[in-house]
Antibody, heavy 120, light 111 residues
């Protein structure tokens, strides 16, 4: 059974760097075709795709946020880490990680999400 | 890359059908057969309901169906049940630049 779980700070200050961790089980990120993606959702608003990393350590980012995002993996810990620099109140959102498999182009399953609030 | 356009709300009576549209461009919905749909109940994570335009994952009732014509994809929920009341989001591949884009979301109300 595939499961994913996000963890990280609930509150960050403006200009700080956010670090989120996705801990997963039920698959290996070294297996061909496996990818883990990050998606966020501001309160009451739509989903927004952020980034993914794949089995071959290739990384892909949202064009609009590319300069602020870094995604990495630790296969020994079954974890994927997302960092976002220069946080702003508009970045307040629930951040989800989800499984994405090549050559498929859909997200699932998803973690339960973690709410990050940006405020001084 | 702009979000795909969905109507903010849709409704139907118990047992009736509701159809939600998802309009994009030739760079996303119209250019790929990689449209997926997600159901999100309040306070919960999204759940995959349809992938590759019209395929259902195992466990998703066949009341849920998808289709696409040109730059617009659609999700139809037939035989509406109370538990279908949720927000629904479409998503599409968007090429090598933006990769993935989501819709604006539709709140479905079961009357």
């Amino acid at each position: 059974q595939v499961t994913l779980r996000e963890s990280g700070p609930a509150l960050v200050k403006p200009t700080q760097t956010l670090t989120l961790t996705c801990t997963f089980s039920g698959f290996s990120l070294t297996s061909f075709g496996m990818r883990v993606s990050w998606i966020r959702q501001p309160p009451g608003k739509a989903l927004e795709w952020l980034a993914f990393i794949d089995w071959d350590d290739d990384k892909y980012y949202s064009t609009s946020l590319k300069t602020r995002l870094t995604i990495s993996k630790d296969t020994s810990k079954n974890q994927v880490v997302l960092t976002m620099t220069n946080m702003d109140p508009v970045d307040t959102a629930t951040y989800y990680c989800a499984l994405l498999r090549h050559p498929y182009n859909f997200f699932g399953p998803w973690g339960q999400g973690t709410l990050v609030t940006v405020s001084s | 890359q702009s979000a795909l356009t969905q109507p903010p709300s849709a409704s139907g009576s118990l047992g009736q059908s509701v159809t939600i549209s998802c309009t994009g461009t030739t760079s996303d919905v119209g250019g790929y057969n990689y449209v997926s749909w997600y159901q999100q109940h309040a306070g919960k994570a999204p759940k995959l309901m349809i992938y590759e335009v019209n395929k259902r994952p195992s466990g998703v009732p066949d009341r849920f169906s998808g289709s696409k014509s040109g730059n617009t994809a659609s999700l139809t929920v037939s035989g509406l049940q109370a538990e279908d009341e949720a927000d629904y989001y479409c998503s599409s591949s968007a090429g090598s630049n933006s990769l993935y884009v989501f819709g604006t979301g539709t709140k479905v109300t079961v009357l």
